[in-house]
């Protein structure tokens, strides 16, 4: 796509997450280590499932694409939120926070469709387990994670289109520590009509069609634990679905707080703060709340280690 500029502005300066000089340092700290674990918390799950054969399975064959994305996506913004911090003056080219951009939206989109993915292969092994190898072979789980990434593909790019629309003539300021929508909106020049209601079809699609597959896919998984008369097997599954519906409520909540409310100026110092959600915290929370607590990868990162002292 050619990064066509019609407006006088070359680059952006990013605002920041706070203009305090003393939260600046605790904050940078708080979200160097945060991005860190976050990081190292996805790509040990990434090299766990690759190294340990008993891990390639469906649910965890999902699990290695969500790590994938959320290292991706939380990598796009989260560094030049830390050089808000460091810096006086953070600027970022239009080419950059136009590809920025895109990244983000590829990323997001892509989650979106993955944990409902993930959703439906839960919903499969609890309510159909005898039918499980087959309705979720290797051959339909690579077309739902090709679907997922086409999805985030084609809409990103039809976000990034309506964004390149725009022209940008005096205000190069972005109230926010990264090139999101909403604050680039506010600070277009031209009418923004086209794109705000671009913005409402397309994002409520990809917040409201996998929430309700979610919900749904639970709805059936929950009947279904009602049945179980063993208790131990029943607050076992249960655990397990809490805890995602826990994380998926967290981002797609997030999510519909920031890009379904009103471009204002008091939305969006509002939504930087829902930002961090779905940016920096779910990443970090996936693979605690997906993995580690889980039998299998605990068993597998006891082997890895094993194997490699001997």
Do not use: W
């Amino acid at each position: 796509m050619a990064l066509e500029n019609a407006s006088l502005v070359t680059e952006f300066i990013l605002m920041g997450l706070t203009n305090h000089p003393d939260l600046k340092i605790p904050l940078f700290l708080f979200f160097l280590m945060t991005y860190m674990i976050t990081t190292l918390g996805n790509l040990a799950l990434i090299l766990l499932i690759v190294l340990n054969s008993h891990l390639h399975t469906p649910m965890y064959f999902f699990l290695f694409n969500l790590s994938c994305i959320d290292f991706c996506y939380c990598s796009v913004g989260t560094p030049k939120m830390l050089m808000n911090f460091l810096l006086k003056k953070n600027v970022i080219s239009y080419e950059g926070c136009i590809t920025q951009f895109y990244f983000f939206c590829f990323f997001i989109i892509s989650e979106c469709y993955v944990l409902t993915a993930m959703a439906y292969d839960r919903y499969v092994a609890i309510c159909n387990p005898l039918l499980y190898n087959i309705v979720m072979s290797p051959k339909v789980c690579s077309y739902l994670m090709l679907a997922s990434y086409l999805v985030g593909f084609s809409d990103g790019m039809i976000h990034t289109g309506c964004v390149l629309r725009l022209t940008f003539c005096d205000g190069n300021t972005i109230n926010h520590y990264f090139c999101d929508l909403l604050p680039l909106l506010q600070l277009s020049c031209t009418s923004t009509y086209v794109n705000e209601i671009e913005l409402f079809i397309v994002a409520g699609k990809n917040i409201i069609v996998p929430t309700v597959i979610i919900f749904t896919s639970y709805a059936f998984i929950l009947s279904n634990i009602l049945k179980i008369r063993f208790i131990a097997g029943r607050s076992k599954v249960f655990r397990t679905c809490s805890s995602h519906i826990i994380a998926v409520s967290l981002f797609f909540g997030s999510g519909t707080y920031m890009y379904l409310q009103p471009s204002s100026s008091a939305y969006l110092d509002k939504g930087k703060i829902s930002s961090i959600f779905y940016n920096i915290v779910v990443p970090m929370m996936n693979p605690l709340i997906y993995s580690l607590r889980n039998k299998d990868v605990k068993i597998a990162l006891i082997k890895t280690l094993t194997q490699r002292k001997l």
